[in-house]
């Protein structure tokens, strides 16, 4: 059972490989050392107490868009509006650290709480308008995407500030930095987000494997029809599917909001920490474990290569190239497998050929 | 001898288990030879290694006499093997023509000549008598037109050799007379047809000879005409089969299902039931016999609340269900066999133990606290397999990958499990083999000797006449007629299924 449950797992293994040989061959074509380019990767992920702060700071959202993306598409529907859904998350998250002023048991859970909320609304109107009138989630998403980012901008400027560039800076009561891990990590921007990310991955694991309700998602992802003959409400399921997402993704922009920046500024363009969510969730396999793993890879690509250029002459673009080439090598899957299949399928014909040689010598 | 195809000592393993073992299968020039054998016995296994899908671990292949080995269908497409699956490979906003070229269309320059490949494709058309027209959209033509396009597609790669992998179980029973000359048209033309199939009259009724298999092991091969349908079926199974179900005289009591003056519509939003009225009482199986596309599925879907009612009543136990939630109306003792295994019965993807309690999932003692208790799951299903004989390596096992007949046991299992009032079987045999026909047609009878209410749902005649004890009539949504099945035949049936009134019983027709 656990080898079935393992069988998936190889072709993202095998991707990240392919990816990493593919940078390593480009880096050799313009010249460079791949193996310098590849220890300086490892080095500005890892090398010091500040390096490894910055790599989990950058995986904390990660694993949220991810999880986010994942639990859409677990119930077969695709939620390319994560990215929307982190802003309108992050600008909750703020409104609520900046506006109130209450001990911090209550005013951080409170941030939270208000970002998960905000992004399950954002969630919900793409939910609603696909189990009620069949409309396309992908293309009430992307435009749902642009709405949040022109709108949290629009209320930046005029609500929360005057005119101003970006948000005052959240009370100490809901910032989920502390003054004893900021030095552990030599001064990082590393912060308690990343346990709330873990815990979002056991709520996502339980949630989907043991409960009821995740019974029904996934039988809805699988196939509508059964589940409507069976007697589940499919557009309950695609409703709270869809809200649900965008709780996660609402978290990721917490993530920001009371983490990394403890503020919102106006946004010139997208973050990406959704859409790199889409990624993510591609490289899991749609499993919390695997969106812990693959936001992991994201944080020690992204923090590694800005380590390239001083450390070994490289280019931090590469890493893009690099990222760009894994998912591709997941997304063709497909070419893979056909490939261990021409291998597999040469090597049955040459142990056909060498037992027809021998046998035929021991006539 | 000349043997167009020759399939020796054929084994083909698994892991786990052993597919084909011994098999031997020689087809004449010009025959049609079938293929029989139960679901799951390793015909298409068998087709798969001749069609270069698998690779043998034993034996050897010869076409025409010689020795080949093939490696892919490209190959076998080339040594003038083709194969029609059961499930078509169409693009259906194409046309015939495009869909016949696909892959080796006639060139013009640049452009793809159509006007050329539709004559050639009216030409063979027209020589086998298939009488396809070569302008018309897939998507707009019938199921029996579509197969004879996946012939045609054949015939114009030049194959000699055709595979038709239960080419009748899609088919209405006109069709399968017209697939049936047809196939009689094309070995005359000098090809030969591997027919797999596990009906058995279709083999009487077209085949010269037959190669059976059993659970993976060559059987033998018979002379059609030197064997009757008991032999083939006593072969196939390994015991003696028994087509005529032994039941006892129905006892029927108390109305169970009353539905008055139902109207329903279709998706295209045409009234498809048309003010029915039916009853069906505990303890007696009733039989709806009618054309497809009369009203059946769209009354199913009504009864079960997958379908909304548009006017009259329908009362379970004299409670109105008129309407409610499917949960609901399963809730109230309602079980339902569907039409469609793979569409409706099963989410494919999920273990064969999570499709036991797909409607029962959230109940205690599967779950308690909103938690799935895998344990009770899994011994529950179990259980079902156990009783129901589901062949499946563990309740673990992927429902996609079960025979059909083992995933229509698994489906049957938990609906007659749950102890409804009413039990609902939409076709329930659809594509099986007779043991596995034999197996469930007992299980309805058990059902009703225990007092539930049956309402069956099929377009075998015979399987309608066979089981129920009553059989109501249905024509353009209505009921025509409720008849007793040994006061009529065939003949009548079949009269009043096409819509003309009954005369009296015992009057001259």
């Known amino acids: 059972m656990i080898l079935q449950k393992l069988k998936g797992t190889w072709i993202p293994l095998v991707a990240i490989g392919f990816g990493l040989l593919a940078g390593a061959i480009i880096m050799l074509l313009f010249g460079y050392n791949p193996i310098q380019g590849y220890i300086a990767l490892w080095n500005g992920a890892f090398e010091n107490p500040y390096f490894t702060g910055e790599t989990i700071r950058l995986m904390t959202p990660y694993i949220l868009s991810g999880l986010a993306v994942a639990f859409a598409f677990r119930s077969g529907l695709l939620n390319i509006g994560v990215e929307g859904q982190v802003f309108v998350g992050w600008l909750a998250a703020v409104w609520v650290g900046t506006a109130f002023s209450l001990p911090a048991f209550i005013h951080l859970p409170l941030a939270i709480l208000a970002a998960a909320v905000a992004g399950g609304l954002w969630g919900f109107v793409p939910g609603y308008l696909k189990a009620k009138y069949q409309v396309h989630e992908v293309i009430i998403t992307i435009m749902m995407n642009y709405i949040a980012l022109y709108s949290t901008n629009a209320i930046i400027r005029n609500v929360l500030t005057d005119q101003g560039e970006r948000t005052d800076y959240i009370a100490e009561s809901a910032s989920l930095k502390s003054a004893w891990l900021t030095e552990l990590m030599e001064f990082s921007n590393i912060h308690f987000g990343i346990i709330l990310a873990i815990f979002s ?86 499993t919390a474990i695997g969106v812990i793993l693959a936001s992991g890879l994201f944080g020690v690509l992204k923090n590694g290569a800005l380590n390239m250029p001083t450390s070994a002459g490289v280019p931090h673009e590469l890493v893009d190239i690099i990222t760009a080439l894994i998912i591709f090598f997941v997304a063709a899957s497909y070419m893979i497998i056909l490939f261990r299949e021409q291998i597999i399928s040469m090597y049955h014909k040459l142990k056909h050929k060498l037992s027809n040689i021998s046998s035929k010598e021991g006539k | 001898m000349d043997y167009v195809i020759e399939m020796l000592d054929i084994r083909k393993e698994f892991p786990g288990i052993v597919a084909n073992n011994n098999i031997n299968l020689q087809v004449k020039k010009g025959e049609i030879h079938a293929l029989l054998g139960e679901n799951g016995a390793g015909k298409s296994t068998l087709m798969n290694v001749l069609f270069g899908i698998y690779q043998p671990e034993r034996g050897q292949i010869r076409v025409q006499g010689q020795d080949v080995n ?92 055709l595979i038709l992998d239960e080419p009748t179980a899609v088919l209405t029973p006109q069709e399968i007379d017209e697939l049936i000359s047809i196939m009689k048209s094309l070995v005359e033309e000098g090809k030969s047809i591997i027919l797999i199939t596990h009906k058995l009259n279709e083999i009487m ?61 279709d998706n295209r939003d045409v009234d498809m039931v048309r003010g029915l009225d039916l009853q069906v009482k505990q303890g007696e199986i009733v039989g709806i016999a009618g054309v497809d596309g009369n009203g059946q599925s769209e009354l199913v879907e009504a009864i079960t609340g997958l379908r909304p009612s548009e006017d009259g009543e329908i009362l379970l136990n004299n409670q109105s269900i008129t309407n409610m939630k499917p949960r609901k109306i399963y809730e109230h003792g309602v079980a339902h066999i569907p039409q469609d295994r793979h569409k409706y019965g099963l989410v494919l993807d999920y273990s064969i133990g999570e499709n036991m309690v797909l409607q029962t999932y959230y109940q205690p003692p599967f779950t308690t606290y909103g938690r799935l208790n895998f344990n009770e799951i899994y011994n529950y299903a179990e259980r079902i397999i156990e009783e129901y004989d589901v062949r499946t390596p563990n309740s673990l096992t992927m429902a996609r990958s079960l025979s059909g007949g083992n995933q229509q046991k698994a489906i049957i299992g938990r609906e007659v499990d749950r102890s409804p009032d ?49 059989i109501a009539v249905i024509y353009e949504g209505k009921i025509v007629a409720n008849v007793e099945p040994d006061e009529t035949d065939d003949q009548e049936l079949g009269l009043l299924m096409a819509g003309s009134q009954r005369q009296k019983v015992g009057e001259p027709q």
């Open chain 2, 205 to 265: 009724a077209v085949a010269d000879r037959c190669t059976v298999i059993r659970r993976g092991e060559g059987i033998g091969t018979v002379n059609v005409n030197e064997t009757s349908t008991n032999e083939l079926a006593s072969m196939m199974v390994g015991r003696e089969v028994s087509f005529k179900t032994e039941k006892q005289p129905a006892a029927p009591k108390d109305v169970v299902l009353d539905i008055k003056n139902l109207v329903a519509k």
């Open chain 1, 201 to 286: 991955a056991l709520f996502y694991w339980y949630f989907i494997e043991k409960t009821k309700y995740g019974f029904e998602l996934k039988a809805v992802g699988f196939n509508r029809d059964a589940s409507k003959y069976a007697g589940m409400s499919v557009k309950r399921s695609i409703i709270m599917s869809m809200v649900i997402s965008g709780g996660f993704a609402g978290l990721a922009g917490a993530m920001e909001g009371l983490g990394t920046f403890g503020y919102m500024s106006l946004q010139n363009s997208f973050t990406n920490i959704g859409f790199d969510g889409i990624a993510i969730a591609l490289l899991g396999g749609n």
């Open chain 2, 422 to 470: 009413l039990l609902i079987a939409a076709q329930p045999t659809r594509g099986l083999d007779v043991g596995a026909i034999e197996f469930i047609h007992k299980k309805l009878i058990e059902e009703r000797d225990k007092g539930r209410a049956v309402l069956l749902v099929s377009f075998e005649l015979d399987e309608v006449m066979n089981l129920s004890d009553r």
């Open chain 2, 70 to 161: 093939i490696t892919s269908p490209n190959i076998a497409n080339d040594l003038g093997i083709g194969m029609v699956h059961q499930h078509f490979m169409l693009v259906d906003t194409f046309t015939v023509t495009e869909n016949i070229v696909l892959g080796s269309e006639p060139k013009k320059g640049l452009k793809v000549d159509i006007a050329e490949a539709e004559k050639e494709v009216q030409r063979i058309s027209d020589q086998y008598g298939l009488k396809v027209d070569p302008k018309a959209l897939v998507r707009d033509i019938s199921v029996g037109m579509q197969q004879r396009v996946e012939i045609l597609k054949m015939l114009y790669r030049k194959a000699d050799i």
